[in-house]
């Protein structure tokens, strides 16, 4: 989606409507600083607000989301081109947590390997020792658990039988059995339990 263009849009139907950014921001129940967010490109509706300001424009939501006006002839075309459009943003979105998620996960090993041998080659045999090595394996495994949540926040895992993608929640995907981000799961379509290949669009 082109958020220029849906900023300019937005300007256009409200000025059309003889109302100001506060106006049209008191209306929405939101402040006026949104609104020129939005008129600048900077920032899109949410999701929440968009029926409401589709009516106060007397426009649909998929003329909001194209930024122009759509005649009935253009209507097909201009839906499956939105489709796609948004289809490419959530693919990148995922791709950026995804790559996230990996990059938590490297800078932790790293971090782990570097605080144990840190522990083992400067801290004197002892309590102090002890204290260091379970504060290395405590400051790896906390992002961890962040690290988790990206991953089970995109795509799905793959059942190996039936081709059924599943999503988990957070629970059952950090108890789960894992292998990288391969994950052991029941199955809810087959019933068979495998170990389900991460995928990151569902």
């Given amino acids: 989606m082109d958020q220029i263009k849906i900023g300019r849009f937005i300007a256009e139907q409200r000025k059309l409507h003889n109302l100001t950014q506060a106006s049209l921001a008191q209306t929405l129940g939101i402040t006026d ?20 300001l589709c009516e106060i424009f007397g426009i ?3 003329e909001l989301l194209c930024g122009e006006r759509i005649t009935m002839d253009d209507s097909n075309q201009k839906n499956q081109q939105l489709m796609l459009d948004m ?13 996230a998620m990996w990059t938590i996960m ?4 790293i971090g782990l390997l570097g605080g144990l041998a840190l522990a083992a080659l400067v ?20 992002p961890c658990f962040y690290a988790l949540k990206l991953e ?7 059942c190996k039988y039936c081709g059924h993608k599943i999503v988990p929640t957070y629970k059952q995907a950090l108890m789960a059995m894992h292998a990288g981000t391969t994950r052991y799961f029941k199955c809810p379509q087959c019933g068979k339990q495998s170990w389900c290949k991460k995928v990151i669009n569902p």
């Fill in 33 to 52: 600083r949104a609104v020129s967010k939005w008129e600048r490109g900077k920032g899109m509706p949410d999701v929440s607000l968009m029926p409401e």
């Fill in 60 to 62: 649909t939501v998929n």
């Fill in 87 to 99: 289809a490419k943003e959530i693919e990148q979105k995922n791709k950026t947590i995804w790559s």
């Fill in 106 to 109: 490297i800078v932790c090993i």
């Fill in 123 to 142: 801290v004197p045999e002892g309590v102090w020792q002890l204290v260091a090595i379970l504060a290395s394996v405590l400051l790896f495994l906390i």
């Fill in 152 to 158: 089970v926040s995109v795509g799905a895992y793959q």
